[in-house]
């Protein structure tokens, strides 16, 4: 019970500290003159900031440290709940949108999915609009803190490796002082890289607004766009070569960008596997996309299908979600090989989605090893990543997190097919949801949003994007007996 009401003191803390957060769309909406869209923020935060009090009077005097399991249970109950008062200026400030879809728009948000219910965003007002991409940027930096403070003691992802690369990063048993310290860095990381984003944008011709969002959004790989036919509105390369880049070093580990600074050694990048891995898995699969689109003549020649073939795939594979061109009507291989990409590609401790390269070279591996150790069973071979041992219980936990992350997407699948989804559009939808990407095919298309689904088939989205961003066993804990003894 006292462990219970520690974590309510502590997320009563957070609540009132997020209703600050409607400052920006309230500043926003004064400075647009849209006076009747800051009821929704106002109310928003006022409910947030009583709602954070009133945990706090009620529980005073149990705050204490928390344990890693009380972390689990503050992740959980954080996520669903802030997303939930999050959709209030929604509420308000468009009549007519139900909770279900006003949350989904929210979740994805906040777990940096990207995939969206509303349509007219160019005539949305800008304080909406600003607070859809605002809700991605403070998710792409809550899950960086996750990566470093919290699953390293689960012992499924890969900041493992960065225990001696960022020292003090990690305690094993309880989120230590220390933390404070590498969240605050890794904030400035955060917020430095996106005002660099912003201001590329700027200067490559987007309006000062737009480029605001869309670099919230970048750097939060979270798809959010101020303009429905999104990024393909701007007609640029400029901008789509810039949000590439980006893009490319939000899916990096931001312990490596904090080891990078702490030490000002940029070798740091050089030496991190997963990032050397990404790079080459992307940039080959940019250049095959390519020249397979020219071969099926979509565009008229092999330049413009690498534009727009590079940036799609850059985008879909680390989770952005943004889309210059309509890729579900490209040949089928294209937008499978994108989805399948947006498993694999973002890296641990990134704002990225899905498995993470360091468990997909884990996957990669161990099948290996298991076959030289048929070949000569009295060998020792331990499993290394960049020349560091793997400890068989984190390689456990990885195949144990495979299988919830495989089990988790043919469960929800199934559950869309049973609700009369085609499957086309109910496979990739899960996928795109629990990877966090946003935008899948058939129905919930590029060409498309996920309006179409019905409230039961909302929710079911709904559980993939909230469970892939809290990589799954984060809440999978919380359903064992065994957290729940003293």
């Known amino acids: 019970m006292r462990s219970l009401l520690g974590v309510l003191n ?7 500290w997020f209703a600050l957060y409607f400052l920006l769309p309230i500043l926003t909406g004064l400075l647009y003159g849209e006076f009747a869209a800051l009821r929704g923020f106002l ?34 109950v954080g996520w669903l709940t802030i997303a ?10 468009l009549p007519g949108l139900s909770f279900t879809r006003a949350y989904f728009e929210t979740m994805s948000g906040l777990s940096t999915t990207g995939a969206t219910m509303l349509r007219g965003l160019d005539s949305l007002p800008h304080c909406l609009n600003l607070w859809r991409a605002a809700l991605s940027w403070l998710g792409g930096m809550g899950i960086i803190v996750l990566a470093v403070a919290i699953l390293p003691l689960l012992g499924v992802g890969g900041m493992q490796l960065y225990r001696a690369g960022a020292p003090g990063t990690v305690k094993d048993a309880k989120l230590a002082p220390r933390i404070t310290e590498t969240a605050r860095v890794l904030w400035y990381v955060y917020a430095g890289l996106t005002a660099a984003c912003t201001l590329a944008l700027w200067a490559s ?11 919230f959004s970048t750097l939060a790989l979270g798809g959010f766009s101020t ?6 509105y701007f007609h640029s390369p400029m901008i789509e070569l810039v949000m590439a880049l980006f893009m ?18 940029l070798s740091a990048y050089r030496r991190d596997p997963e990032a050397r891995w990404m790079l080459l898995l992307v940039i080959v699969s940019c250049v095959v996309i390519a020249l397979f689109l020219d071969l099926h003549g979509v565009f008229g020649d092999y330049f413009t299908a690498f534009r727009f073939g590079a940036f799609n795939v850059v985008s879909y594979a680390t989770g952005g979600g943004f889309f210059s061109s309509d890729f579900g009507s490209w040949p089928i291989f294209a937008p499978m090989w994108m989805l399948f990409l947006s498993c694999l590609c973002a890296n641990t401790g990134s704002t990225g989605g899905g498995i993470k390269m360091f468990r997909a070279l884990i996957l990669f591996k161990q099948p290996l090893r298991e076959m030289f150790t048929l070949v000569h069973p009295q060998a020792v071979s331990p ?8 400890p068989n219980g984190v390689v456990s936990a990885v195949l144990a997190f495979l299988f919830l992350y495989l089990m988790t997407i043919a469960t929800l699948t199934f559950a869309l097919l049973i609700s009369g989804l085609d499957l086309t559009s109910s496979i990739s939808a899960i996928v795109a949801c629990i990877n966090n990407v946003g935008p899948g095919l058939g129905s919930v298309g590029p060409a498309h949003t996920y309006a179409g689904l019905d409230d039961f088939q909302s929710w079911v989205c709904i559980a993939a ?5 809290i990589e799954i066993i984060t809440f999978a804990v919380l359903l064992t007996p065994t957290f729940w003894r003293k």
């Not at 009077?57 to 009380?70: E, I, P, Q, V």
């Not at 987007?206 to 605001?212: K, N, R, T, V």
């Not at 303009?227 to 393909?232: C, G, T, Y």
């Open 10 to 16: 502590v997320f009563g803390t957070l609540l009132a």
């Open 43 to 76: 109310a928003g935060g006022a409910l947030a900031a009583l709602g954070g009090f009133a945990l706090q009077l009620a529980t005073r005097g149990h705050r204490y440290d928390l344990k890693a399991r009380d972390a689990y249970l503050l992740v959980s």
């Open 84 to 93: 939930a008062v999050a959709t209030v200026p929604l509420l308000i400030d």
């Open 205 to 215: 011709g987007m309006s000062l607004f737009d480029a605001i969002c869309h670099a």
């Open 227 to 232: 303009h429905d036919a999104n990024v393909a």
């Open 248 to 265: 490319l070093i939000a899916a990096v580990n931001f312990a490596t960008h904090f080891a990078a600074l702490r030490r000002g050694d």
């Open 383 to 390: 499993l290394k990543i960049s020349g560091q041992v793997v």
């Open 465 to 469: 994007m909230f469970l892939g961003r």
